[in-house]
């Protein structure tokens, strides 16, 4: 694929008339990324299939009889496991959302872009869709001169087998994300007898399109281009940061030679000049131009180089993860690891582990069963037979736990105060909301004129739960 270009034409000096069409915007030159072997590769492959081990089988497993995670958003009920989570629970997101920021920011501050080389999505599914293009069209070489022959029928099948195997793994991948918002069992049957809903065909479709195009054309674009992360990571960086590096010092000067010739007799570096560090980047950059923020961080040129410098007999490192600092004082491993644990990184973790700890002690403390209790005001306090004076209420009553309970409902606060218009115990079902309306009563001789603070408590019938719920009102006697 091939970005269009703009072109004008520009007056230049020194000929007059002479009018010359210059480019404002560069021809993107497709990438096609050798092959690579090595730890680095090896991690970044586990990783895919972690994360596509979770993403993929997740919506198929189960829990108490229903899908074990599940964003029912037409429900408002939002299933992790045995953890149900209400819209009144939007907390937890912005923990999550907080917990994932100062994670991003320590692991770059510590090492870099270790995100984007190994489980960003965009980087993920790129890993696979090349995968697919290289088993069916060859290695980089023979997908280049490939694309540079006509149209054969050869051609046309490669091309077409391809991009049916693309096709087939954007809309799975489509199908699995809509899967977590409608139980995808039932899903599976919709689809089988091509009953979809509006949107759930909606959200399948553009998920599977964007997949598609954001690994299978565009690739490297999205991370030099679209992605924001690129542009700001350098304030996340600092001399000490571990990032993907050259060693200038050790590789020039470049230049070819044969194995066995010693390279300090040729006035050389070790670098050979073989461009694999070049070959093998998915962004098409060289590494041994400096650091550069399309660089992704995925360490395939560290691998791709110490593969030729094993060829070579030489050290491996000329490409590798070190520091700034490090490079320039000759600083050792060590000495290099221990400048890890400076300021911003000890503040990282500390607020970190501060938020994940906090969420769990109020995650693993909230209570069960959620209540709101307001004064009807549209209802007037009135006296009714035996001198009493009766205030209505409005109870909102919410089991966050797929267990059933039986509620008890009392007030205190006032001298007779009883509770009346509800049938107690209230009986709630697993993940049930309720709404009601019950009556307070006190009586008239008892109770001084005007309002009155109360305390209404909703409370297990069973004793084996201990929680309570206490919410303050007004008894209002004319």
Same mark, same amino acid.
């Given at each position: 694929?091939?970005?269009?270009?703009?072109?004008?034409?520009?007056?230049?000096?020194?000929?007059?008339?002479?009018?010359?069409?210059? #480019?404002?915007?560069?021809?993107?030159?497709?990438?096609?990324?050798?092959?690579?072997?090595?730890?680095?590769?090896?991690?970044?492959?586990?990783?895919?299939?972690?994360?596509?081990?979770?993403?993929?089988?997740?919506?198929?497993?189960?829990?108490?009889?229903?899908?074990?995670?599940?964003?029912?958003?037409?429900? %408002?009920?939002?299933?992790?496991?045995?953890?149900?989570?209400?819209?009144?629970?939007?907390?937890?997101?912005?923990?999550?959302?907080?917990?994932?920021?100062?994670?991003?920011?320590?692991?770059?501050?510590? @090492?870099?872009?270790?995100?984007?080389?190994?489980?960003?999505?965009?980087?993920?599914?790129?890993?696979?869709? +090349?995968?697919?293009?290289?088993?069916?069209?060859?290695?980089?070489?023979?997908?280049?001169?490939?694309?540079?022959?006509? +149209?054969?029928?050869?051609?046309?099948?490669?091309?077409?087998?391809?991009?049916?195997?693309?096709?087939?793994?954007?809309?799975?991948?489509?199908?699995?994300?809509?899967?977590?918002?409608?139980?995808?069992?039932?899903?599976?049957?919709?689809?089988?007898?091509?009953?979809?809903?509006?949107?759930?065909?909606?959200?399948?479709?553009?998920?599977?399109?964007?997949?598609?195009?954001?690994?299978?054309?565009?690739?490297?674009?999205?991370?030099?281009?679209?992605?924001?992360? @690129?542009?700001?990571?350098?304030?996340?960086?600092?001399? #000490?940061?571990?990032?993907?590096?050259?060693?200038?010092?050790?590789?020039?000067?470049?230049?070819?030679?044969?194995?066995?010739?010693?390279?300090?007799?040729?006035?050389?570096?070790?670098?050979?000049?073989? #461009?694999?560090?070049?070959?093998?980047?998915?962004?098409?950059?060289?590494? %041994?131009?400096?650091?550069?923020?399309?660089?992704?961080?995925?360490?395939?040129?560290?691998?791709?180089?110490?593969?030729?410098?094993?060829?070579?007999?030489?050290?491996?490192?000329?490409? %590798?993860?070190?520091?700034?600092?490090?490079?320039?004082?000759?600083?050792?491993?060590?000495?290099?690891?221990?400048?890890?644990?400076?300021?911003?990184?000890?503040?990282?973790?500390?607020?970190?582990?501060?938020?994940?700890?906090?969420?769990?002690?109020?995650?693993?403390?909230?209570?069960?069963?959620?209540?709101?209790?307001?004064?009807?005001?549209?209802?007037?306090?009135?006296?009714?037979?035996?001198?009493?004076?009766?205030?209505?209420?409005?109870?909102?009553?919410?089991?966050?736990?797929?267990?059933?309970?039986?509620?008890?409902?009392?007030?205190?606060?006032?001298?007779?105060?009883?509770?009346?218009?509800?049938?107690?115990?209230?009986?709630?079902?697993?993940?049930?909301?309720?709404? +009601?309306?019950?009556? +307070?009563?006190?009586?008239? #001789?008892?109770?001084?004129?005007?309002?009155?603070?109360?305390?209404?408590?909703?409370?297990?019938?069973?004793?084996?739960?201990?929680?309570?719920?206490?919410?303050?009102?007004?008894?209002?006697?004319?």
């Amino acid at each position: 694929m091939v970005a269009n270009v703009k072109s004008i034409p520009i007056r230049t000096a020194g000929s007059p008339g002479a009018d010359v069409e210059q #480019d404002l915007y560069e021809v993107r030159k497709k990438i096609y990324p050798r092959a690579v072997h090595g730890w680095f590769v090896r991690w970044r492959w586990a990783l895919v299939f972690a994360t596509q081990l979770v993403f993929y089988g997740t919506p198929w497993l189960s829990w108490n009889g229903r899908q074990a995670v599940l964003f029912d958003l037409g429900a %408002r009920k939002f299933y992790i496991f045995g953890i149900l989570f209400w819209p009144q629970d939007f907390i937890y997101l912005t923990v999550l959302l907080m917990i994932s920021a100062y994670s991003l920011f320590l692991f770059t501050t510590v @090492a870099g872009r270790l995100w984007c080389g190994y489980v960003c999505p965009q980087t993920v599914y790129t890993e696979i869709f +090349l995968w697919i293009e290289r088993t069916i069209e060859g290695d980089h070489v023979a997908r280049k001169k490939l694309d540079d022959n006509h +149209l054969t029928a050869r051609k046309f099948g490669l091309k077409a087998a391809k991009h049916t195997a693309w096709i087939a793994l954007s809309l799975w991948t489509g199908f699995t994300f809509v899967g977590f918002f409608t139980p995808i069992r039932t899903l599976a049957g919709e689809v089988a007898a091509f009953s979809l809903g509006p949107w759930e065909m909606f959200w399948m479709l553009f998920y599977a399109f964007a997949t598609y195009g954001n690994a299978g054309w565009m690739r490297e674009q999205v991370c030099k281009y679209m992605c924001p992360y @690129a542009r700001f990571q350098g304030v996340m960086f600092d001399r #000490d940061t571990l990032v993907i590096t050259y060693d200038e010092e050790r590789g020039e000067a470049r230049g070819a030679r044969s194995k066995k010739a010693d390279p300090r007799a040729l006035g050389l570096g070790d670098c050979v000049d073989c #461009d694999i560090c070049v070959q093998v980047c998915p962004t098409g950059i060289d590494i %041994r131009e400096g650091q550069q923020y399309e660089c992704i961080g995925c360490a395939a040129c560290i691998d791709g180089c110490d593969q030729v410098m094993d060829k070579m007999g030489y050290e491996r490192g000329l490409i %590798r993860y070190a520091s700034l600092n490090s490079m320039k004082k000759h600083l050792g491993w060590m000495d290099m690891l221990r400048r890890i644990f400076r300021p911003r990184v000890l503040i990282y973790s500390a607020l970190l582990w501060v938020i994940i700890i906090a969420a769990s002690v109020t995650l693993f403390y909230r209570s069960p069963v959620k209540a709101d209790i307001i004064r009807d005001r549209n209802t007037m306090a009135r006296e009714v037979p035996g001198g009493l004076i009766e205030n209505v209420y409005r109870l909102q009553i919410m089991n966050t736990e797929e267990v059933a309970r039986k509620l008890s409902v009392t007030a205190t606060g006032l001298e007779g105060l009883s509770v009346s218009g509800i049938s107690l115990p209230i009986e709630m079902g697993p993940a049930e909301t309720r709404m +009601l309306t019950f009556t +307070l009563r006190a009586p008239v #001789d008892r109770a001084p004129k005007g309002s009155s603070h109360i305390m209404i408590h909703v409370a297990p019938v069973d004793q084996q739960h201990d929680f309570a719920l206490h919410e303050k009102s007004i008894f209002f006697i004319p």
